[in-house]
């Protein structure tokens, strides 16, 4: 498989083997066990950093830039509840951006992807290569 492919699971679901063999079949348990990781991990997203932007603003202070505002963060955790259900990993980074949106990060190697929430409430998916831009569309959000 190749590495673009490898990290590209926020949006996109896992590829699947061409040829399957029996030494890549999963569990029921370890599936389950991966997918409620996933759950466990955004739900820390949600309850200690996103849920904490919102009611605490002020953590932004110090950073001379104003933080995601109500409407960003509520759409942010939309997003993470939706990731967790579908059993989508988890970012490794959860960031503001200088403009009022929120970042969600996923790093392999020189290979990155991002999802993106606009101030505006746009949500776009960022994939790059280094720093490339391999793909970047906008996400439609149920």
Same mark, same amino acid.
């Given at each position: 498989?190749?590495?673009? =492919? *490898?990290?590209?699971?926020? %949006?996109?679901?896992? !590829? $699947? /083997?061409?040829? +399957?063999?029996? =030494? *890549?079949?999963?569990?029921? %348990?370890?599936?389950? !066990? $991966? /997918?409620?990781? +996933?759950?466990?991990?955004?739900?820390?997203?949600?309850?200690?950093?996103?849920?904490?932007?919102?009611?605490?603003?002020?953590?932004?202070?110090?950073?001379?830039?104003?933080?995601?505002?109500?409407?960003?963060?509520?759409?942010?955790?939309?997003?993470?509840?939706?990731?967790?259900?579908?059993?989508?990993?988890?970012?490794?980074?959860?960031?503001?951006?200088?403009?009022?949106?929120?970042?969600?990060?996923?790093?392999?190697?020189?290979?990155?992807?991002?999802?993106?929430?606009?101030?505006?409430?746009?949500?776009?998916?960022?994939?790059?290569?280094?720093?490339?831009?391999?793909?970047?569309?906008?996400?439609?959000?149920?």
């Amino acid at each position: 498989m190749s590495q673009v =492919a *490898e990290i590209n699971e926020l %949006v996109s679901p896992r !590829a $699947v /083997a061409a040829v +399957a063999t029996r =030494a *890549e079949q999963e569990t029921a %348990v370890a599936s389950s !066990a $991966v /997918a409620s990781s +996933a759950v466990t991990l955004w739900e820390q997203i949600i309850d200690h950093t996103l849920i904490m932007w919102g009611a605490n603003p002020s953590v932004f202070a110090d950073e001379e830039f104003d933080g995601p505002g109500r409407e960003v963060i509520r759409l942010a955790i939309e997003i993470a509840k939706q990731y967790a259900r579908d059993g989508k990993p988890a970012p490794d980074r959860v960031v503001p951006d200088a403009d009022g949106g929120i970042v969600f990060e996923r790093r392999q190697g020189i290979l990155s992807e991002k999802i993106h929430i606009w101030d505006d409430g746009l949500v776009e998916y960022i994939q790059l290569h280094g720093t490339r831009v391999v793909e970047r569309y906008p996400l439609e959000l149920p």
